[in-house]
């Protein structure tokens, strides 16, 4: 076991479980420019208003103007499916029938993923490769639970060439239920030949902080590392955390 200090208090872990999107990866690196493409393109290929814009991002908790998001919102923390759901119930409440507003959404998701250049934009958290260098020298293992697709998931970290840190890497098409069922953390860890509470979760959003009181880990660990948004969302942490310099690792 290693041992980690959170705020003077002290842990003794075998691994810890992080989640993707705003906890790896800078989440407006990520997600803020791709927002931006898929309602431009569904607002196109619906024939919407300007004002309808507004409306289709907000519905899944992003604002086109300021370019800010909801930390609780589908954007940040729900699945592709939850997405697609969500945008194509708003062409539906628009007055488009069911199956046509599905198949725009899709088509246009499609569309925009494929000749999105993740890699000319992805960054990682500050500071996180090197907490991960400390971890890997301490024998912690090292898992990450996303609620985006396996694929994908493995194609931003490969794409920041974090993939090698990662004993497992289990994505929300991989489990019967996503966060914050335990599903995906009981699987990472059985990948990774640990036990649940001899693991601290690290995640953005409140869902994280309860997969890790749901899986008896040793700690919930909150990070925000955008300075517009505060940490009131994450109501069921044990700690927050604005910079991995706040964990410190020693061996045992």
Known sequence: MAKINIDNQTYHIDGILFDKDGTLINFR????TWADKLIDNIVSAAQLSAKD????AHSIGFDVNSEKWDPKGPLCIGSLDD???ILSFHLYQKGMPWNEAVEIVINTYGKVDKNHRWDKEIQSIT???????Q???????LGVITSDNHDQAVQHLN????DSYFGSVIGHDQ??????FPDMAELACHQLGIRLDQTIVVGDSD?????????NAVASVGIVTEPSIGADHLINADHIIRSYQDIIINKN
Not at 53 to 56: I, S, V
Not at 175 to 180: D, S, Y
């Open 29 to 32: 690196s990520l997600w803020v």
């Open 53 to 56: 814009k507004e409306a289709l």
């Open 83 to 85: 997405l697609i759901a």
């Open 127 to 133: 500071g996180l490769r090197h907490f991960l260098n």
């Open 135 to 141: 971890a890997k020298e301490c024998d912690i293992k």
């Open 159 to 162: 794409a920041l060439q974090l």
């Open 175 to 180: 489990v019967e239920r996503g966060k914050p």
């Open 207 to 215: 869902g994280d902080m309860i997969l890790g009181k749901k899986v």
